[in-house]
């Protein structure tokens, strides 16, 4: 398989996008591990792939990779992949311009080869040059250029078909096209005066009356659109979060029996989800060995289902017609750290689309962390809860149960045969 490849040193460990795993067809359980980026740390599921090589483009070396992991997270711009033409641009690297590889558009970047794999990042040989200029450097998968590769903030076309000029920035025209990643800051001088020029008072207002301007003495827009509230510091709602709210407020409803009843809020346009029982079923069959080797982590799990079973929050599931849509949760044990003898479920994704794709998470309505310990000293007395299982708690509507399936043992019993659980 034809791919490229990101060298990241500041990476712990060596990564593959989920293409990579399908076209080996690599199967196998999903195993969780936390991902710490600049956004946050995210735990999520991924596949595990072993005994790959990895060939330079010229072929003249191989190697092993290590252990790879499955992660859509690493950068795909291929824009920033240096070309012959870039090099030539910088005299300094001509005489390494033949051996840069054209850019291929078709293929994917589908590699992510971290500090774990230290050989692939040692320099072997490097052509420098003035200090702004980029550099080159061989590595044993062949070379690369280490800066900006754009010539001189413009990116040169294939082809040119028409003799359109455009104005760059230091006023030079050109029929290249200006690079969208070259940003330039102008700062505007502002003398503050004693009199505001915006205030209501030297707004003129006008309205329009058929084909006629007529002066207004409704100074409401002077009145209001500079007027400061207590909401202006606050974070305002994205469209989804409203989206959020707006279903919530539409389709949620309580029933006889004093139970909220509510739909998935999805996004909109939905994707259809795709039907992932094969790989529930594979990963169904590697907890049960799992369960058979640890019989602490059997006894949790059985707990856990019985716990559902007892308070209602699953029954067994309707056959499924032809062509009906679903989603199976493919589930397996995760413990947290600080609750070892708890455990929760986790799920995984199918063909790179998984059930929270698809669903709208919501705004924020925690409260803040320094509020909630600023109000602790308010009173004399300070009450704490914790909920439990709230989202098992909520009666999903008919139309969607479907995509809340799972399998498990008939009775909770190991001895017996498996069953959709929804």
């Known amino acids: 398989m034809r791919v490229y490849a990101v060298l990241d040193d500041q990476s712990n460990r060596s990564l593959a996008r989920s293409e990579f795993f399908d076209h080996f067809n690599i199967g196998?359980?999903?195993?969780?591990?936390?991902?710490?980026?600049?956004?946050?740390?995210?735990?999520?599921?991924?596949?595990?792939?072993?005994?790959?090589?990895?060939?330079?483009?010229?072929?003249?070396?191989?190697?092993?990779?290590?252990?790879?992991?499955?992660?859509?997270?690493?950068?795909?711009?291929?824009?920033k992949i240096p070309t012959p033409e870039a090099a030539k641009h910088h005299s300094h690297l001509e005489a390494i311009a033949h051996l840069i590889p054209e850019r291929d558009t078709g293929e994917q970047i589908l590699l992510l080869l971290g500090r774990d794999f230290l050989q692939v990042h040692k320099v072997r040989d490097q052509h420098n040059g003035p200090n702004n200029a980029p550099y080159a450097q061989r590595l044993d998968l062949g070379w690369v250029v280490v800066g900006d590769v754009c010539f001189?903030?413009?990116?040169?076309?294939?082809?040119?078909?028409?003799?359109?000029?455009?104005?760059?920035?230091?006023?030079?025209?050109?029929?290249?096209?200006?690079?969208?990643?070259?940003?330039?800051?102008?700062?505007?001088?502002?003398?503050?005066?004693?009199?505001?020029?915006?205030?209501?008072?030297?707004?003129?207002?006008?309205?329009?009356?058929?084909?006629?301007?007529?002066?207004?003495?409704?100074?409401?827009?002077?009145?209001?659109?500079?007027?400061?509230?207590?909401?202006?510091?606050?974070?305002?709602?994205?469209?989804?979060?409203?989206?959020?709210?707006?279903?919530?407020d539409k389709e949620m409803f309580m029933n006889n029996a004093n139970s909220w009843v509510a739909h998935l809020l999805c996004r909109t346009p939905r994707p259809r989800l795709p039907n992932n029982r094969e790989q529930a079923l594979t990963l169904f069959t590697g907890l049960c060995h799992t369960l058979e080797r640890k019989p602490e982590m059997k006894n949790h799990f059985l707990a856990f289902i019985q716990k559902i079973f007892d308070q209602d929050h699953a029954e067994v599931a309707p056959p499924l017609h032809d062509?009906?849509?679903?989603?199976?949760?493919?589930?397996?044990?995760?413990?947290?750290?600080?609750?070892?003898?708890?455990?929760?479920?986790?799920?995984?994704?199918?063909?790179?689309?998984?059930?929270?794709?698809?669903?709208?998470?919501?705004?924020?309505?925690?409260?803040?962390?320094?509020?909630v310990l600023i109000r602790f000293r308010c009173e004399h007395v300070a009450v704490t809860a914790e909920f439990e299982q709230m989202f098992h708690s909520f009666v999903v509507?008919?139309?969607?149960?479907?995509?809340?399936?799972?399998?498990?043992?008939?009775?909770?019993?190991i001895t017996k045969e498996v069953e959709d659980i929804g």
Request: aromatic residues 8%.
């Open 28 to 79: 196998g359980a999903y195993f969780p591990y936390t991902l710490s980026t600049c956004a946050g740390v995210t735990e999520m599921p991924g596949r595990r792939g072993t005994s790959f090589v990895a060939q330079s483009v010229d072929g003249s070396l191989s190697v092993h990779l290590p252990t790879l992991i499955e992660c859509n997270h690493m950068p795909d711009d291929k824009s």
């Open 152 to 248: 001189g903030a413009v990116h040169k076309p294939k082809v040119v078909t028409t003799y359109r000029t455009n104005v760059l920035e230091n006023g030079r025209h050109s029929h290249f096209s200006p690079c969208p990643n070259h940003l330039v800051l102008k700062e505007k001088l502002t003398i503050r005066t004693s009199t505001n020029p915006l205030s209501s008072q030297n707004l003129q207002h006008f309205h329009f009356s058929g084909s006629t301007v007529q002066k207004s003495d409704d100074c409401s827009l002077g009145s209001e659109i500079f007027v400061r509230t207590e909401e202006d510091s606050k974070v305002a709602p994205s469209i989804e979060d409203k989206r959020f709210i707006h279903l919530m």
């Open 323 to 371: 062509g009906e849509e679903c989603w199976y949760l493919p589930s397996f044990g995760v413990y947290h750290p600080r609750k070892p003898g708890q455990i929760r479920i986790s799920g995984a994704p199918h063909l790179g689309v998984s059930l929270n794709d698809v669903l709208l998470t919501g705004p924020d309505l925690n409260n803040s962390l320094l509020g």
């Open 397 to 413: 509507s008919e139309n969607h149960r479907n995509f809340l399936r799972f399998q498990w043992f008939k009775d909770n019993n």
